[in-house]
């Protein structure tokens, strides 16, 4: 990974400041920088850390003031944030996908239609009915259920799962073990048993979706599951049958979102959260890690704790809650001076 401040620069637009020949021979964090590393600052908060840092330069963000040393290099970008996503897509090693066609391990149904610049890999099982587009990765062990559509340039990483019926957009990531179209979790409890409640909608994942690894999508139990476009799903996330997200959603990871939720677009819920069934979230709304969400929530909402509640109030009683142990000292100290002033005024009395 040798690059220069030049290289660096060139890439990301940016502006170099000190010698474009300065050598990087790796990317890290502000706080474990050494030299020959080139780190980031995209907040002024960090302009003093890295005055300090043993780095070889940084990308940072036009307009914070930042000093550098004679062997330093700056490279001023508009955004730095955006400018090392530039950046390491540009140094990312190329991925090992099996080559263009058909691995003669896979087993493909003679009806299935792939298109001829798709890449099926080992051992993948392609069922009755399906379609592949163009430039679109199976990359191993992958299996896709009669009459599912894959559109272009998707990604389906080793031994994730696209059950019967479903349908996903361009540009579609799926990361290993995910499941997209396994029943939903529906049962009529008879005669002392539960009964299966059979599923027989879809899944729709739209464009420009990545789905984290184990992440599941159950698929409707009359019609279909819709995530937005633009959504992403962290690692082990679960999404109930006949949900509906809306666009550039966002899920972290442990999310459990119940069976028929509707959610605006830019919804964006933190991990270890869960969403009860049939609720309505609107558009913007933002949910703290670790909350529980039992009711509708107006578009823009802001919610935290458990039970969900307004996030202003949840943080005020949690503030409220660590100052107890210094109010109930008060207390006692004046139940103390109190109980000294009864007994003053007791014993002048007799």
Not at 199 to 226: F, M, P, W
Request: proline share 5%; with cysteine; hydrophobic share 40%.
């Amino acid at each position: 990974m040798n690059f220069t401040a030049g290289d660096a620069a060139e890439w990301t637009g940016g502006t170099c400041q000190g010698s474009p020949l300065v050598s990087f021979s790796g990317i890290e964090s502000l706080e474990h920088a050494q030299s020959g590393h080139l780190t980031m600052v995209a907040n002024k908060r960090f302009a003093k850390t890295f005055e300090n840092s043993p780095a070889s330069g940084a990308l940072c963000t036009a307009g914070i003031p930042l000093s550098r040393r004679p062997d330093q290099a700056v490279i001023e970008v508009p955004d730095a944030d955006l400018a090392m996503v530039r950046l390491l897509e540009k140094l990312s090693p190329p991925h090992d996908f099996p080559p263009i066609g058909r691995h003669p391990s896979a087993v493909v149904a003679p009806d299935a239609r792939i298109s001829p610049t798709a890449r099926i890999g080992p051992c993948c099982v392609i069922a009755s009915g399906v379609q592949i587009g163009d430039r679109t990765i199976l990359e191993a062990h992958n299996f896709v259920g009669r009459d599912s559509v894959i559109g272009d340039d998707c990604i389906l990483y080793a031994q994730a799962v696209v059950r019967p019926r479903c349908t996903l957009g361009h540009r579609v990531i799926i990361h290993s073990g995910a499941v997209i179209g396994a029943d939903g979790f529906g049962y009529v409890f008879s005669d002392g048993r539960h009964i299966k409640i059979p599923h027989i909608g879809a899944v729709l994942i739209e464009e420009d979706c990545e789905l984290g690894a184990n992440a599941c999508v159950d698929r409707g139990k009359y019609s279909q599951t819709t995530i937005g476009a633009g959504s992403k799903l962290d690692n082990l996330v679960q999404v109930g049958h006949n949900v509906r997200l809306g666009r550039h959603t966002i899920l972290v990871s442990h999310v459990a979102i119940g069976g028929s939720v509707i959610a605006g677009d830019y919804l964006a819920i933190g991990g270890g959260s869960v969403v009860t069934d049939h609720a309505k979230l609107g558009a913007g709304t933002q949910v703290a890690g670790f909350s529980a969400v039992f009711e509708d929530a107006a578009a823009g909402s802001r919610i935290a704790g458990a039970p969900g509640r307004p996030a202003r109030q949840f943080f005020a009683e949690l503030r409220a809650i660590m100052r107890l142990p210094a109010t109930l000292q008060s207390i006692r100290e004046l139940q103390e001076r109190v109980t000294k002033i009864e007994s003053t005024t007791e014993d002048h009395r007799t």
